[in-house]
């Protein structure tokens, strides 16, 4: 896929080095297609971070893309130049009489709070309830998957005894869904969380599906059943070593955390990591991109919000 963002968003260069195809406006202007529009809520601190690994997980597509991303203003970021933060963000207000083919909610580094004591807990309600009339297809990942279940469907979450942070091996429960086409039986992806959702819970709200889990990280990939709606309360777009950085920033905050399960070689800090979840990251992106975005979107992009976006592949499939 090629990829149409501003021309000097800062992973600019970090995307470029890896060979992924930057779009400038005059080529992307002259294709003869009407190129997806995708916008990314990022929370996370490490916004500059988060962006290179969305970006890069979204490239693996034909797909002609335009990548906006958006703020919240009612938070001041601490680790982000506002600078930057006010020349390629935009904000809520800035995007609410748009319409979009798919968005993106990242995690966010509040997990032990009550959602309503986060500071910007009413305008991501309000983004929230936007999606409905103006997103065609939207991808929780972590913390806003959790936050997403709680908001429209009243799931809780719940504090653990002690962090989940490793990458763990998920079975799949709806094995012939387009979310998994290209996936073995089982796969792994990160985790690095402090609260989860109980299987009980989600099980008590028929709108939503199950689509995989983890002996030990719980159910991790669920979606609503129209397909508007899916929720990764794991890290499948994590760098290499972004649970390393975790790890140590936490040991040099005396914090004395548990090594991360199943992530460094004979679980030794010392060691480098060996990634064993990019190729089903890169895959479980591309196929949401594709078969719940791309092959379901109207044409007439103001059509979305009045559609039935009910996937025909996934339907058929079930």
Partial sequence: MSLKISDNLHSIDKLENENIFIMTENVAIHQDIRPLRLLILNLMPTKVDTEVQLLRKLSNSPLQVEVEFIRMVSHSAKNMDASYL????????????RRFDGMIITGAPVETLEFESVDYWPELCEIFRWTTKNVHSTFHICWGAQAALYYYYGV???NLPKKCSGVFEHEILKTHSPLFFGFDDVFNMPHSRFTAVAKKDLLKVPELELMAESGQAGVSVLKSDDNKRFFVLGHAEYDA???SKEYFRDVNAGLNPDVPQNYFPHDDPALPPRVSWRAYAQLMFSNWLNYYVYQSTPYNI????????TDAFDSAML
Avoid: A, W
């Fill in 86 to 97: 006010e020349t390629f963000y935009r904000t809520f207000s800035e995007v609410k009489n």
């Fill in 156 to 158: 809780p979450k719940h």
């Fill in 241 to 243: 070593d972004t649970l």
């Fill in 302 to 309: 103001d059509q979305i919000g009045v559609e039935n976006c």
